[in-house]
């Protein structure tokens, strides 16, 4: 059974920093797709947005509106997914989850990610102007 437990949010002001951790159990960072997505509190029905994503522990991407601001990364000893935030800005106030793929993999071909059906409780991060 996969779980997901995120921490580290909190509130600083713009500028600031702040590293968000996502401890995962009961399944393979290093062969499926994990990411972080975010709700900003005024868009409550609105989709996820797609913040930062590793897969197979080794291609990441990111969204426009973070790229040089946020860095992904992933402790394979610990199943461990992080996210280091800098020149935070108030627009990224928002809940922040944690999330991971269901997956395929085979040495010949190796990882297939499908729906980020697995997610984390959530951290709150609040930036003020």
């Known amino acids: 059974q996969v779980h997901l437990v995120e921490s580290g949010g909190g509130s600083v002001q713009s500028g600031g920093s702040l590293r968000l951790a996502c401890a995962a159990s009961g399944y393979n960072g290093n062969r499926g797709c994990m990411g972080w997505f975010r709700q900003a509190p005024e868009a409550p029905g609105k989709e996820r947005e797609r913040?930062?994503?590793?897969?197979?522990?080794?291609?990441?991407t990111y969204a426009d509106s973070v790229k040089a601001r946020f860095t992904i990364s992933q402790d394979s000893a610990t199943n461990t997914m992080y996210l280091q935030m800098d020149n935070l800005k108030p627009e990224d106030t928002a809940m922040y989850y944690c999330?991971?793929?269901?997956?395929?993999?085979?040495?010949?071909?190796?990882?297939?990610?499908?729906?980020?059906?697995?997610w984390g409780q959530g951290t709150q991060v609040t930036v003020s102007a």
């Open positions: 913040v930062a994503m590793i897969e197979s522990a080794k291609t990441i």
């Open positions: 999330a991971a793929a269901d997956y395929s993999w085979s040495s010949t071909r190796g990882s297939r990610c499908r729906d980020y059906n697995y």
